[in-house]
């Protein structure tokens, strides 16, 4: 990280208590805990929005794959 910018948050107490603890236990700074989470909760929501994206185009390219197939079918049919 080139340069942190410093804010002031509030947070529940058992939340500060749960951030202390894994911060004492992996012997980190409770800035860089919250840091790390934040970008895990940043990262999830963008996979979670490719996901919706995904599963949008899914719909759309179905509809046109059996566009697709009836109108292989009509030329087919014609050569039968």
Do not use: C, F
Request: hydrophobic share 45%.
């Amino acid at each position: 990280m080139s340069q942190a910018a410093k804010i002031t948050i509030s947070l529940a107490p058992d939340l500060l208590r749960s951030i202390d603890e894994i911060a004492h236990q992996v012997a980190q700074a409770r800035s860089r805990i919250i840091q790390e989470a934040l970008a895990l909760y940043l990262k999830e929501k963008e996979r979670q929005e490719m996901i919706r994206g995904y599963q949008q185009m899914a719909k759309l390219n179905q509809e046109l794959a059996e566009e697709s197939m009836t109108a292989v079918n009509e030329v087919w049919a014609r050569y039968d």
